[in-house]
């Protein structure tokens, strides 16, 4: 049972490159969220889903897409990365809106 | 939306001291409130948690407690260890028609003296 992973961990990109990053769980959880921290701001919430096929935006949404095409992937994408999204992403999961949530050992994103 | 408020942002107690960490919300229909803990480069991980039918909840050394008149809730760490050092965050959630957004306080850095 791995929980929850994410990939990368690591990965630097310059202005206006894109990526993808991928959130796995197998735990069977329906909801799924994004969240950036970064440093004396806490974790804020970027995107979240409440289901296959479901996003919702979150508290800092723009500049972010997101995807769930299975229940237990989330994908995160950045069209054109700007260096203010240099940044520490967690995804988590949870199996309700009051449990948890579970989440991953994050990817550390520099934008240069 | 919700706002989360934290205080102490860093905390140093003695080794076998309590420590007490508070956060105040603002939205009255928030039900959910979990606390983690992150360690340095890791990852936060839910330590207790309380609902709002509930004023106090215990696990061990840590106790979370809830006034729901006031908005505030409290995260209670008794005899301290070394190993209690990192910072925790408090969180507070609203229920909606199939929504569901966690709001985090900025985070208490514990350290605990040896």
């Known amino acids: 049972n791995a929980g929850v992973t994410q990939t990368p961990k690591f990965r630097v990109l310059k202005t206006g490159q894109s990526m993808t990053l991928l959130c796995a769980q197998d735990?069977?959880?329906?909801?799924m969220y994004w969240y950036r921290q970064d440093p004396g701001m806490g974790l804020r919430l970027i995107h979240y889903s409440v289901g296959e096929g479901t996003t919702a935006k979150g508290e800092v949404p723009d500049g972010y897409n997101v995807s769930r095409l299975k229940k237990q992937n989330f994908l995160l994408g950045l069209e054109s990365a700007a260096p203010s999204q240099t940044s520490v992403y967690f995804c988590?999961?949870?199996?309700?809106?009051?449990?948890?949530?579970?989440f991953g050992p994050g990817t550390r994103l520099t934008v240069l | 939306g919700e706002n989360v408020e934290q205080h102490p942002s860093t905390l140093s107690v003695q080794e076998g001291d309590s420590a007490v960490i508070k956060c105040t919300y603002s939205?009255?229909?928030?039900?959910?409130f979990p606390w983690y803990k992150q360690e340095l480069g890791k990852r936060p991980q839910l330590i207790i948690d309380?609902?709002?039918?509930?004023g106090e909840k215990k696990d061990q050394r840590i106790a979370v407690t809830l006034n729901k008149t006031a908005k505030h809730f409290s995260l209670h760490i008794t005899e301290t260890q070394p190993e209690d050092s990192a910072v925790y965050f408090c969180?507070?959630?609203?229920?909606?028609?199939?929504?569901?957004?966690?709001?985090f306080g900025k985070g208490t850095k514990l350290s605990v003296i040896p």
């Open positions: 969180a507070a959630s609203i229920p909606g028609a199939g929504s569901y957004q966690l709001t």
């Open positions: 939205d009255s229909a928030s039900n959910y």
């Open positions: 735990m069977n959880h329906e909801y």
């Open positions: 988590a999961s949870s199996y309700s809106p009051t449990g948890g949530p579970f």
């Open positions: 309380i609902r709002s039918n509930v």
